[in-house]
């Protein structure tokens, strides 16, 4: 784990059912810390980190340049009820949102229109995990 990673971030990206090949999907990356740690574990798979802010999408980008040249990682500003797949993209096989109201229920509303777009996004048997657990609880992706 990098030395940056709070022992909260920590625990959660321990959590994560990791492969080497996972493609992963953060919603609401902030400045990056847990997407390059992410990153880190993956040889063959991808994390891209998504978040509404430009703020943050430029300091998740100036900090995980070593990542980013790597091919591991990607970042993108864009809120995740507009997120799409780009046209040739794979879906997903993990989704993880830290304090995020959209998917964790805090939000509904939101949720209602971000929880769609994650189906979209995921491959069949992909998992959602957000933070409140212990220290993450999954969500049921909705699939119609």
Known sequence: MPASLSPRLAAIVNALPLQPHSRVLEVGCGPGAAARA??????TGHILAIDRSARAIAQAEAGAAPEIASG????CQVAAEDFVLHDGEEPFDI???VRVGAPDGRHPQA???VLPRIAVATRADARLFVDGGDPLREIPIPRS
């Open 38 to 43: 992410v990153a880190a574990r993956l040889t």
């Open 72 to 75: 591991r990682m990607s970042v």
């Open 95 to 97: 989704v993880f949102a």
């Open 111 to 113: 949720g209602q229109r």
